[in-house]
């Protein structure tokens, strides 16, 4: 091994996508336009959940936490990816690198957490609606989103130091946006089987669990869907589970893909074109769905903005 290889990596360099510039400041634009709407949709949902009295059920408690886990996992890695877009100098430090990826994948585990309190509490509200207050109290809803946010916490910690703990030895360009994991693990010189199984059992814990309670929830709720006699009983109840059902599938299809699917079907093209869905794409398609799907969201709207008229 050349002394080069040898070197001890202390930053780290993002490959462009293209060396089409005209592509890069296309990427730019589109990539802004997308974070900025990102940015003001859930900005939106946080202000309307804490002005208006009328949406302080459990379902908007866990859809602000939503809202303020999307304007922070977005805020991880997109700041720095427009950087890139338009930037000679491609390059972030090894605690940059390791800071990123902290916070895109404990984010990212949160939600997958939320999405199931989520689904739990749609569960609650329609299988056990006469139960459903004292079931899904305030302090029940602390305690869930606690649960989510403080374990997950952890859990990157432990993940993070478990890959920067590795040693980086001359190969320091990354073929992504940002720090991920896959294209990270490529680049350690040393044998990084325990860490991909430690990576692997990770993503089956936090990622698949969660969403097999979410599918549990789901056929309890189709089954009390389908006992209710009327045609319009069962539309009605079944709209309410919509916008969470579209969310969770976009959310959970594109993270299994992307660290669930087998080594051998893996690609690094493949993966920074996902990677564009559910770090740019996915964050803003979020409040638009929860707010033109819900009618309460919209009503919400139209008496802030009703007030803010009258003053």
């Known amino acids: ?28 634009f589109l990539v802004m336009l997308m974070y900025l709407l990102t940015i003001v949709g859930n900005m939106l949902i946080v202000t309307l959940k804490v002005v208006d009295p009328a949406l302080r059920s459990p379902m908007y408690f866990f859809l602000r936490n939503l809202s303020f886990l999307e304007i922070g996992y977005t805020s991880s890695t997109i700041p720095k990816m ?78 993070t130091t478990f890959i920067f703990t590795l040693p980086y030895c001359g190969q320091n360009r990354i073929n992504h946006f940002f720090c991920n994991l896959p294209p990270l693990l490529k680049l350690a010189c040393a044998d990084t089987y325990k860490n991909e199984i430690a990576v692997y059992t990770i993503a089956v814990t936090f990622v698949m669990v969660p969403f097999l309670l979410i599918l549990v929830s789901y056929v309890h709720i189709l089954q009390s869907i389908l006992s209710i006699a009327s045609a319009a009983g069962r539309s009605k109840t079944f709209s309410t589970c919509s916008s969470h059902l579209i969310v969770v599938t976009l959310f959970f299809g594109s993270g ?3 660290y669930l699917r087998p080594k051998s079907s893996y690609s690094l093209n493949t993966d920074k074109l ?35 008229i009258l003053v």
């Open 1 to 28: 091994m050349s002394s080069r290889n040898h070197t001890v990596v202390t930053q780290f360099f993002f490959l462009p996508f293209s060396n089409l510039l005209v592509l890069h400041v296309s990427l730019f």
């Open 82 to 159: 427009l950087v890139n877009f338009l930037s000679k100098d491609k390059s972030i430090s090894c605690l940059g690198c390791a800071t990123q990826m902290y916070f895109f994948s404990f984010l990212g585990m949160t939600e997958c957490c939320l999405l199931a309190a989520m689904s739990y509490n749609r569960y609650v509200a329609i299988c056990h609606s006469l139960h459903y207050t004292a079931m899904m109290s305030r302090a029940v809803c602390l305690q869930l989103s606690a649960v989510c946010w403080l374990i997950e916490l952890l859990v990157g910690v432990g993940q």
């Open 256 to 258: 299994i893909v992307t």
């Open 274 to 308: 996902l990677s564009l869905f559910y770090s740019v794409v996915y964050p803003v398609l979020n409040p638009l769905i929860y707010s033109l799907r819900n009618k309460e969201v919209k009503e919400a709207l139209r008496r802030v903005m009703a007030r803010k």
